[in-house]
């Protein structure tokens, strides 16, 4: 086990702490990838996303226009329409959302056994769960 001197330190300057794309919020890869092909309407966005909320889509989306990789277009129009567009930094992750989609792919078989795995066991009341192929510090 490693202990706290060989652990790696993080200054608050790092630029992973303005990081867009927080491991687990699906919703942004997910609006880069809807926005890849064309720009899209709000509910455009709700309709393919399926199950998000129009509040977690449009905290997502403001969210990604202060981090300037979607630009929204306000039409002067009756009914108002507003358009989001990826910008040319919200298309510089297109690579990355690829590659994590490849990771996905490649992986999802054993994240799915270890989920199962580790659900089996707090089921059975057990309070410290070890995956199979973790290393054991005992």
């Known amino acids: 086990m490693e202990n706290a001197a060989e652990a790696p330190t993080f200054d608050p300057a790092c630029p992973m702490s303005a ?21 899209r309407r709000f509910t455009e966005l709700r309709q393919i996303l399926g199950s998000v909320s129009a509040k977690v889509l449009t905290e997502t989306l403001r969210a990604m226009e202060r981090d300037g990789l979607v630009s929204r277009n306000a039409f002067d129009e009756n009914p108002s329409r507003v358009e989001y567009r990826l910008t040319a930094l919200g298309r510089s992750l297109l690579q990355l959302v690829d590659a994590a989609r490849s990771w996905a792919r490649d992986n999802l078989d054993d994240l799915l056994a270890a989920r199962r795995h580790h ?20």
């Open 19 to 39: 990081f867009p794309v927080r491991i687990g919020d699906k919703w942004t890869a997910m609006v880069v990838l809807c926005l890849e092909a064309r720009p």
């Open 119 to 138: 659900d089996d066991l707090l089921l059975r009341g057990h309070g410290t769960v070890s995956h199979p192929g973790s290393v054991s510090s005992s």
